[in-house]
């Protein structure tokens, strides 16, 4: 089939590049003429494992172009995949000035029948919106559908070829059929349904990982208190297969470009309607204050954090990936700077995207993990990169002013950091003196 997607963002370029994959013909189109240069030179404006072979050998195949002239890519294809961005406003709806955008330039550029399909996460009742816009702006036939992306960054190519089901929101069994048929050689469980309820699937679905993880975020707050162990406490849980075992890891909560994002949009979608989401409210909180526990056991290692030395190991909002949107080291970062803590930082591969939204004369970043850990008073473990994991901990130990570790993540085994001398805190575990 010939698609054009619309946005080279996370989902539109790592879907465009799978769907070449799958031996489709595939124009990926974004306005940025620098993004698309970037991308034709060959390069890739994100990190996310596999995603530069992928394109290099659909490129080579003739199956994958980037243009960002969408009204040629238009009128090449047969089916229209948006994918633009959905960032949220500052009341948390999400901004859908973009959408609309691009629902006009495509319906500007049709030149025949096509299917227009959403991939963007867009509150319900969106993709009417966008048929009226559509509707507006051409004479041409076209019908709309909403086949929502549940793609991970990290293990984005992975999940997209291995999806644990596909969602097709569509009004006609025409669409359906082709839609359908582009999507066979992924063999998944298909969910047809209705628009609204393709649109729905998606937040509910983001809505309730969040509330997984302040779940267990929660119940690691009480178990510190009450002595107890939150790994333990989740494997037992997790082998309930009605709650299972995944998302559940507690931490320093959840951040990235999605999950604060689409809560946010969901409490606003509901309240749209008069209904307040009093429990998707709560997981909100709780995740805002989740981070903070970082400086409180700081505090409590160390007393005043005047002139301490602070080392930041992660500063993407999780591995593998270079995203340090809504990261959780940004504002732990900046409440360190605000207590009068210097910090040194270091991320395999997101320091420069971080600089590009923290600096100041107070962080001095590092090249590797243990120039970073050289000589401070404490080591804080934000994001699990299987580089600190993997770690000697009595070298890491050696090298400290002070041996204070406050892991965040839960990556390190108690009895090995307490061999290695260190004072350790986790979260949701009895902490070691
Ligand atoms: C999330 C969803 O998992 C995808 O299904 C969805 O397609 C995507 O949002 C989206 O809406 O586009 P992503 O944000 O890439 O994907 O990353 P996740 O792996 O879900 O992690 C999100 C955050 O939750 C990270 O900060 C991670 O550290 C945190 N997390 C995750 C925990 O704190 N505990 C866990 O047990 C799992």
């Known amino acids: 089939m010939k698609l054009a997607v619309i946005g080279t963002g996370y989902v539109g370029l790592v879907s465009g590049v799978c769907f070449s994959d799958l031996g489709n013909q595939v124009i990926c189109v974004d306005n940025n003429p620098l993004k698309v240069e970037i991308l034709e030179r060959g390069e890739v404006p994100i990190y996310e494992p596999g995603l530069k072979e992928l394109i290099d050998k659909n490129k080579a195949a003739g199956r994958l172009s980037f243009s960002y002239d969408t009204k040629s890519a238009v009128e090449a294809s047969d089916i229209v995949l948006l994918a633009v961005g959905t960032p949220s406003l500052p009341n948390g709806e999400a901004n859908l000035s973009y959408i609309e955008q691009a629902a006009k330039d495509v319906a500007e550029a049709l030149n025949g029948f096509k299917i227009i399909a959403t991939k963007s996460t867009v509150p319900v009742g969106t993709n009417e919106h966008i048929e009226r816009i559509v509707s507006e702006h051409t004479n041409f036939p076209f019908s709309i559908a909403s086949i929502p992306e549940f793609l991970r960054e990290g293990s984005a190519i992975q999940d997209t070829f291995n999806p644990d089901r596909i969602v097709l929101g569509c009004l006609d ?28 699937i998606k937040y509910a679905s983001n809505a309730f990982l969040a509330t997984k993880i302040s779940f267990i975020n929660e119940i690691a707050n009480i178990c510190e208190k009450v002595g107890a162990d939150v790994t333990r406490v989740a494997e037992g849980m997790g082998y309930d297969q009605r709650i299972g075992s995944s998302f559940l890891q507690a931490g320093i909560g959840y951040g990235g470009s999605c999950f604060p ?63 340090i949107r809504d990261a959780p080291a940004i504002e732990i970062i900046e409440e360190l700077i605000k207590l009068g803590a210097n910090v040194k930082a270091y991320d395999p591969v997101a320091t420069a995207n971080f600089k590009l939204k923290v600096n100041h ?32 901990l009595v070298q890491l130990a050696s090298l400290m002013a002070r041996p204070i570790l406050i892991d965040g993540r839960n990556v390190y085994d108690p009895i090995k950091v307490k061999e290695a001398s260190f004072i ?4 949701g575990r009895p902490h070691s003196a």
Not at 266 to 272: F, K, S, V
Not at 283 to 299: G, M
Not at 362 to 386: G, H, Y
Not at 424 to 427: G, I, L
């Open 261 to 323: 994002k689409d809560t946010e949009a969901l409490i606003q979608i509901a309240g749209n309607v008069d209904y307040e989401f009093k429990l998707l409210k709560s997981v909100v909180e709780v995740n805002k204050d989740q981070r903070f526990n970082i400086i409180r056991k700081l505090q409590e290692a160390l007393g005043s954090l005047q002139g301490k030395n602070i080392a930041i190991w992660g500063l993407a909002f999780k591995p593998e990936t270079d995203d």
């Open 173 to 200: 069994q025409e669409t359906l059929n082709t839609l359908i048929e582009l999507h066979k050689p992924l063999t998944s469980n298909i969910i047809t349904t209705d628009i609204r309820s393709a649109e729905m």
């Open 424 to 427: 350790y805190y986790s979260v």
């Open 361 to 392: 004369s107070s962080i001095k970043w590092c090249d590797n993990a243990l120039e970073t850990a050289s000589q401070s008073d404490a080591l804080c473990l934000l994001t699990e990169w299987s580089e600190f994991t993997r770690i000697d």
